[in-house]
């Protein structure tokens, strides 16, 4: 099993940035790759960014340029920087664990509001 931890979120104003934390306990090593979804109300979750076990990453067009995922240094953690945040992006934001032939896991979410 794995366990995954977020956090990070907060209330912010537009157009500031903002880091959420994502930490993996457990047999981690059963992971090939992370990543971060989020799921504003009254939507479906959408797909962020995702970075594999050996650093690559990949960002969805939405958010590209503005939302980067990178490793901090500590193998159990990944990050999402996310820069000029905009009203549009107010979502609970979720970390995701994924292992081949098995269910992905997930965490419980990390909320970011950006409000004025």
């Excluded at 940035?17 to 990543?35: E, F, N, P, Q």
Aim: net charge neutral.
């Amino acid at each position: 099993q794995v366990q995954l931890v977020e956090s990070g979120g907060g209330l912010v104003q537009p157009g500031d940035s903002l880091t959420l934390s994502c930490v993996a306990s457990g047999s981690i090593s059963r992971l090939y790759a992370r990543g971060w979804s989020r799921q504003a109300p009254g939507k479906q979750r959408e797909w962020l960014a995702t970075i594999t076990e050996d650093d690559h990453t990949n960002n969805a067009d939405s958010v590209q340029g503005r939302f980067t995922v990178f490793r901090d240094g500590a193998k159990n953690t990944i990050n999402l920087r996310m820069n000029g945040l905009k009203p549009e992006d107010t979502a609970v934001y979720y970390c995701q664990g994924m292992e081949a032939g098995a269910n992905d896991y997930w965490g419980r979410g990390t909320r970011v509001t950006v409000s004025s």
